[in-house]
């Protein structure tokens, strides 16, 4: 009988948490273990444009993700792209801790950023999002349809605030 109680109480945790993320607009809903895994909630989109296509050619960045000397950082820390341009993040995390690359506009970052706060344990596996543990890598396609400056961010309450934010610049 407890087991049942337990699954429900979680089932209506589970449900609560997802109904928040639906509220905070360009992210998509918590799933289970509270891990980014959908896109955007219905009638919201990607701020800094939208997610490409693996088949298709995309330039390739390797980004580094890394901590040292009381500072996180990317290398590199600022990208031009064109406008319409596919890219192919390579995310190499040589560091000792997770980081994260979320791209966005600074103000969807931003809000991101104090709603991790809250929730510290979430993590990120979305289109324009991924956790990366120490040692390993990921990739992240996107093609940049709109002009203007978005950031990647290690949103991981702390990181961005010692210094791993990064800059896009699409013209």
Known sequence: MSQIKNSV???????????????????????????????????????????????????????????????????????????????????????LLEHEFILASTEDNLKHAENMKEHSHMTHDDPNGKRVAPSKKSEIVWRFTKAGTFEYDCLIPGHREAGMTGTVIVK
């Open 9 to 95: 109480v979680r089932a209506v945790f589970v449900g609560a948490l997802a109904t928040m993320a639906l509220a905070a607009p360009g992210y998509p809903a918590l799933a289970h273990d509270a891990v980014h895994s959908a896109p955007p909630a219905h009638g919201a989109g990607f701020s800094a444009g939208e997610p490409g296509d693996p088949k298709k050619p995309a330039r390739t960045v390797l980004v580094t993700m890394k901590e040292g000397d009381g500072k996180m950082l990317f290398i590199p820390d600022r990208l031009e792209i064109k406008r319409g341009e596919q890219v192919r993040f390579v995310l190499i995390n040589t560091g």
